[in-house]
């Protein structure tokens, strides 16, 4: 059989599987194509709003990207990748594996029987998945998710959906966090969607006993979270009124901030930092810190077309900040990924730094520091305010 004939068998495989629903995952390694840093992509089926689709999570070194295709696009990416990008890939289904292997243009598939596996589960919404299943709760009721009947609310499900990816997201990496050092920090907590939701599947599902307090300079917001902390039997979820930088993180293992304005992101990075948390997870929003600098600096000549319409301004102020927060975080032993943790239709804020600290360099300091200066050289940026706090 000749090579291409090969690529479509195995294609084929996959969309009988796919119909079938019993696809278990499409994984495609051997990259050598020309996009920097692609390790590998995953392709599961997915039932999402447009019906079903294949879903392709683009694995990078540091981050992850997930796009989602109907059948035809996605065999087109499939067909050009297995001929000409990766150099192998493993179908996995509820009843057989098979192994493809290209070598220049030599290819080879190998199908193996198997037993016993279940399909995995292709529903976005299914509630039977979320990690928070329990609706009747006075937290859920107090922030207008569940209605008086204990049942989500009609108008509420995106934001029911929300949080429990957040609670998706978080809980794995809480559970790196050291148990000796259980307290969390939600730094500019606002009504504490994340802090409810996650100190309930963390104490009451995962059995994980948790300390969170959530800092926000609202004081009204904070006695609405106490009141709905104590009348949820929460004792170990409490809110502080007050700024971030005014907070204590001295005993936090874990600080977090989403959508905590400008500057607010670098306070609490600098806390958590500063606490030696093990793990510091922030979602930016808003960079004028940066995007001001920009503009009233000079920056490179050569950025001009890049720096001409103000949205892109935006866009390039935005990866500019965040990259600087992961350098500086890099160099303060944290090893740092960017993902999307929610998708866009929600909100256009959907980055989310993860740093975890290690403890090591993962390249020399001074090679880090010169890749910051040179950043904010290119961007005519004179100092960033994350750098001031670090005494840098
Ligand atoms: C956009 S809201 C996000 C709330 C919450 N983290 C969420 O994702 O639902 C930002 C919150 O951070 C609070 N905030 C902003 N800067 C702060 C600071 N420096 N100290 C304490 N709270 C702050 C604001 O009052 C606001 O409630």
Redo the contacts with the bound molecule.
């Keep these: 059989m000749n090579a291409p004939d090969r690529i479509e068998e195995l294609l084929t495989a996959t969309t009988d599987a796919f119909q079938s629903g019993s696809l278990i995952r499409l994984k495609l390694g051997g990259y050598h194509g020309t996009e920097p840093e692609l390790k590998s992509v995953e392709v599961k089926k997915i039932a999402v709003k447009g019906g079903e689709k294949y879903s392709f999570t683009y694995k990078y070194k540091t981050r992850d990207t997930i796009k989602n295709y109907v059948e035809p696009e996605a065999l087109a990416l499939l067909r050009e990748g297995l001929k000409h990008e990766f150099r192998s890939a493993q179908l996995a289904t509820t009843e057989f594996d098979m192994l493809f292997e290209r070598n220049g243009q030599k290819q080879r598939l190998k199908r193996t029987e198997v037993q016993g596996r279940e399909a995995p589960s292709t529903d976005h919404n299914r509630a039977k998945n979320r990690p928070l299943t329990e609706t009747d709760k006075p937290w859920l009721k107090a922030l207008g998710i569940a209605g008086k009947n204990g049942a989500v609310r009609h108008d509420a499900q995106d934001k029911f959906r929300q949080i429990n990816k957040m609670v998706e997201i978080f809980a794995p990496l809480i559970a790196a966090i050291k148990p000796e050092r259980p307290l969390i920090v ?6 504490g ?2 802090d409810f939701a996650l100190y309930d599947y963390l104490t009451t599902i995962a059995k994980r006993p948790v300390r969170i307090i959530g ?4 004081a009204q ?1 904070v006695s609405d979270g106490n009141a709905t902390a104590k009348a949820s039997g929460f004792e170990g979820l409490s809110f502080q009124a ?4 005014d907070f204590d993180a001295s005993g936090a293992d874990a600080v977090i ?5 400008d500057t ?1 992101t670098d ?1 609490a990075i600098f806390k958590g930092i500063s606490a030696g948390a093990s793990l510091i997870a922030v ?1 930016p ?1 808003c960079h004028k810190q940066t995007r001001r600098q920009m503009e009233a600096g000079q920056p490179d000549a050569r950025l001009e077309p890049l720096l001409r319409h103000g949205i892109f301004v935006e866009r390039q102020a935005e990866m500019v900040t965040d990259t600087l927060r992961a350098l500086l975080l890099e160099l303060n032993g944290y090893k740092t990924k960017v993902f999307e943790f929610v998708s866009d239709a929600h909100t256009p804020k959907n980055n989310l730094i993860v740093a975890e600290k290690d403890g090591r360099m993962g390249r020399d300091r001074d090679a880090v520091l010169k890749q910051i200066t040179e950043i904010k050289s290119m961007f005519g940026i004179e100092q960033h305010y994350l750098e001031g706090l670090l005494g840098l």
């Design positions: 939600d730094m500019g907590a606002g009504k969607y994340l800092v926000e300079m609202r917001l007050g700024t971030i930088m901030a989403l959508h905590a304005c607010a306070d979602a929003c």
